[in-house]
C-alpha cells in the first residue's frame, strides 16, 4: 500500500509559519556587539523577517542564489537564519575567525551573490571585499545607518527593512532543496562545503528536541553561546524556533562574565557551547556569586568536556552537562549523553563516567564502529575504531569537491575520522582524532583520555596532550598544561597525580607549562599548531638515534 499519506514538504517554512501564529510573543533576547541589550518578540522577529524577504528579492536574490552572512549571534542574524531559506536562497554563514584567505575561497566557491555583515566586522569585509568575484551587493547591520565604507554597493540593513514590503508571499519548496551551506574548518587543505537541506535541517530540529536529546521545549529559555557561523549553532536557532523557546544570544559577548550574567539575568535554563566557555564559566562562578539556578541542562560539545569540569558543575552547582558530538557534516547532532534509567538510578561514578562520553545516536542516525581492515567491530567498550554514521540529515558528499569520495561510502556512512569504543548500552566514547592518536610502539595512546585525567588536577585550567616524534616509539606523549591564575605546580607533581589513574607507559614523558592553549576558528585545541611547535622538543626519554 503506497501513497497514503500527504506528500507535505518538511521545510523551514513550516517553523516559521508555526512560530508566526503560535508563540507571537516569545521573546528574543541579544546582547549587541557593543553590548546593549536588545529586546523584541518573535511576533517582530516574524513580521521583519518578511521584509526582510522582500528587500533581498527586491534585491535580486533569486531561489537556489547564496546570500553570506559574516554575523554574531543576534536577532538580526536570526531574521537572516529564516528569510532566506524560506524565500527559496540558500542562507551561508561564514566562519569570520577562518583565515582571511579561507574566507575569500568560499565566498568564491560558494559563488555568494549577497553578503550580509555586522557593523563590527566591517574592517574584515572591506579588506577582502577586492578578492571576492560574485558578490552583487553588501549589507550591513548597525544601529547608526549610514555607515562609510569602501564596499559598493552598499545598503543600510535596517533602511532595507523599513522600505520593503511587509508581507511576503513564500514560494512552494521542495524539501530537498538546500536551505543552508557551511564550510568545515578543516586544518588541511581548503575548507570543504557542507550544504543542508530543509529536510535535513527540518528532521534535526525534531531530533535534537525530543526529550532524551537537548530536549527543547516551548518552557524553555535557551542561551545559544555556540557562534550562528558554527554549524548553524548547533541548529538550535531552527531547534529553538520550532518549539517557542525563549532565545538568548550573546553576539561577541563571551567573556566569562557575560555568559554568567547573562544565565543569571534571563534566566536561561538551557545553554550550548564549547567547553572552553564552559571552563572559564565555571572559573568565573567560584571566583564571584551568581544566581544560575535557573539552568537545567549545560550543553557541551564540539570537543570533549573534560570530566573534572562534568563533576564540577554537577557537584558544587547542580548543573548537569549534557555532553553532545556531532560535525559540520552532521547537521551537527549525532549522539547526546542522556543517562539510561539504569544509569541515573546508578552510583555517582558511574554517572559521572556516562555523562563524560559522548553518548547515544539521537533518534533517527545510525552508528557504526569500523577497525583498521574495514570490518565492522563489536560494541563491547573495548575494541576501538572509526565512528561512521549515516542518516537524513548526514551529507552524502561535499559541495562540488572532488574530495568527497574519500569520506563516505557507497551505502551514505561518513567517515568521521573519530576514533572511538561503543559501550554495549549504545554510548560511544572519543578516544581521538585519527590524526591525533599518538603512536607508541605497537599501541596507540589516547591524548584524549590524558587531557582528562590532567584536567581533574584542581590546579589546572586546560591541557592539551599532543604527539612528538621519538626515536625509540615512534612517538610519545607530550602534555601542554594552563594552569589556573596564581597555581604552580611542577611536572612531578603532575605525573604523580596521573599515576593513580592511567598506566605508566601511557604517561606523559614531559609536561610543558604555558600561559594559553592555541585555539581553533571554533573554540578548540588547535593540536595542529602545538605539534608544529612541539615537532623538535626534547624529550627527556629520548636519547636520541
Ligand atoms: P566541526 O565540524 O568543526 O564541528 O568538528 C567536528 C569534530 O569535532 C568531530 O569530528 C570531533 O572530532 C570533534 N568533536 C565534536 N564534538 C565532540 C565531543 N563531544 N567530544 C570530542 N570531540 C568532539
Redesign the pocket.
Known sequence: MQGLMMDYPLTLQHIFQRAERLFPDREIVSKMPGGAIHRYTYGDFTRRAQRLANALADLGVRPGDRVATCAWNHYRHLELYFAIPCMGAVLHTLNVRLFPEQITYIVNHAEDKVLVVDESLLPLVQRLAPTFKSVQHYIIMSDRGDIETTLAPAHDYEQLLDAAGSSFAWPRLDENQAAGMCY??GTTGNPKGVAYSHRALFLHSMGSAVADSVGASERDTIFIVVPMF??NAWGLPFTSTMVGAQQVYPSNNMQPRDLATLIQDERATIAAGVPTLWIGLFQELQEREYDISSLHTLV??????PRAMIEGFEKRFGVPIL???????TS?LGTVSRLTPKLAAAGVEARLAARAR?GRPVPGVELRLVGDDGRELPWDGQSMGEVQIRGPWVIRSYYNDERSPASFSEDGWLR???VGVITPDGYIE?KD?TKDLIKSGGEWISS?DLENAIMAHSRVLEAAVVAVPHSKWQERPLAVVVLRPGQSLTREELLDFLRLTIASWALPDDVVFVESLPKTS?G?FDKKVLRNQFREYQLPTDAGA
Open positions: 568545515t574548518s558554527h554549524a557541551v560539545g564540539g570537543s570533549a568536556a555532553h553532545a558530538w556531532g560535525m559540520t557534516e551537527p559522548q568521521t575520522g573519530d572519543l582524532r584524549m571554533v578548540k
